[in-house]
């Protein structure tokens, strides 16, 4: 049988024998070309390379789609939580600093907070009631914006690490010189730098927002290195 006998639709199978490769066949056979035995070259163990399909892989993610890749995606639970974590620790911290800064709320303010420090054998304590207020104000400030926040972490947990080392004869649970509200709030200032702030925050689109781990533990360390500063050198 001839080429011209073959059918270029035999069997309800378009492609087959033609070029238009519906079946996944490429056109081995076009009409008026030299009859072979149908499997293409039989040297090459009855394949030829011309006539297979290379099905195409899976398109590779775009490079600037990072977030997709490492499921960095909405989590209602868990960013609703990280936004009232943040706003309950940071909103503490503004608090207190403007009653240290301006005495508002029954405050002490600088010259109160001053004379406060030097019941615990601080020296400078002018100096050191500014940089504290101001620590607690920008620090507190970073974690409601949900900005810089392993910044904002470390800043208020350095405050209040120095708080529980100071209250730390008076126990846990003796009001008012227990540490039990410092506690609480240092430890929840250790979680944000380890979390991040969550979707619902101004650094949802830098590096350490999605992956606040190495920032974080860096940032640990420089809260731990005020802390020791603060004890050794001013007090």
Same mark, same amino acid.
Request: aromatic letters at 10%.
């Given at each position: 049988?001839?080429?011209?006998?073959?059918?270029?639709?035999?069997?309800?199978?378009?492609?087959?024998?033609?070029?238009?490769?519906?079946?996944?066949?490429?056109?081995?056979?076009?009409?008026?070309?030299?009859?072979?035995?149908?499997?293409?070259?039989?040297?090459?163990?009855?394949?030829?390379?011309?006539?297979?399909?290379?099905?195409?892989?899976?398109?590779?993610?775009?490079?600037?789609?990072?977030?997709?890749?490492?499921?960095?995606?909405?989590?209602?639970?868990?960013?609703? =939580?990280?936004?009232?974590?943040?706003?309950?620790?940071?909103?503490?911290?503004?608090?207190?600093?403007?009653?240290?800064?301006?005495?508002?709320?029954?405050?002490?303010?600088?010259?109160?907070?001053?004379?406060?420090? =030097?019941?615990? =054998?601080?020296?400078?304590?002018?100096?050191?009631?500014?940089?504290?207020?101001?620590?607690?104000?920008?620090?507190?400030?970073?974690?409601?914006?949900?900005?810089?926040?392993?910044?904002?972490?470390?800043?208020?947990?350095?405050?209040?690490?120095?708080?529980?080392?100071?209250?730390?004869?008076? =126990?846990?649970?003796?009001?008012?010189?227990?540490?039990?509200?410092?506690?609480?709030?240092?430890?929840?200032?250790?979680?944000?730098?380890?979390?991040?702030?969550?979707?619902?925050?101004?650094?949802?689109?830098?590096?350490?927002?999605?992956?606040?781990?190495?920032?974080?533990?860096?940032?640990?360390?420089?809260?731990?290195?005020?802390?020791?500063?603060?004890?050794?050198?001013?007090?």
């Amino acid at each position: 049988m001839s080429t011209d006998d073959h059918p270029t639709d035999p069997g309800g199978y378009p492609g087959v024998y033609s070029s238009g490769g519906g079946a996944g066949y490429s056109g081995a056979h076009r009409l008026g070309e030299p009859e072979d035995s149908g499997y293409g070259n039989l040297d090459t163990g009855g394949y030829d390379s011309s006539t297979t399909t290379v099905l195409s892989r899976p398109t590779e993610p775009a490079a600037d789609d990072e977030p997709a890749r490492r499921g960095y995606t909405w989590h209602g639970g868990m960013d609703v =939580g990280l936004l009232v974590l943040r706003l309950a620790i940071g909103g503490t911290f503004v608090a207190h600093s403007l009653q240290k800064l301006f005495g508002l709320w029954g405050g002490l303010g600088i010259d109160g907070f001053a004379r406060y420090l =030097g019941t615990f =054998g601080f020296s400078q304590t002018t100096l050191l009631s500014w940089i504290t207020g101001i620590g607690e104000l920008v620090g507190g400030a970073l974690l409601v914006l949900g900005l810089f926040t392993p910044v904002g972490a470390a800043a208020v947990l350095a405050v209040a690490a120095n708080v529980i080392y100071l209250k730390w004869s008076g =126990g846990f649970f003796d009001p008012p010189v227990g540490f039990e509200r410092e506690a609480l709030l240092a430890s929840g200032a250790f979680i944000l730098l380890f979390t991040g702030p969550g979707r619902v925050s101004l650094d949802r689109p830098t590096p350490w927002g999605r992956r606040p781990v190495p920032l974080g533990l860096f940032m640990l360390l420089v809260a731990a290195g005020l802390c020791v500063l603060t004890l050794i050198v001013l007090r």
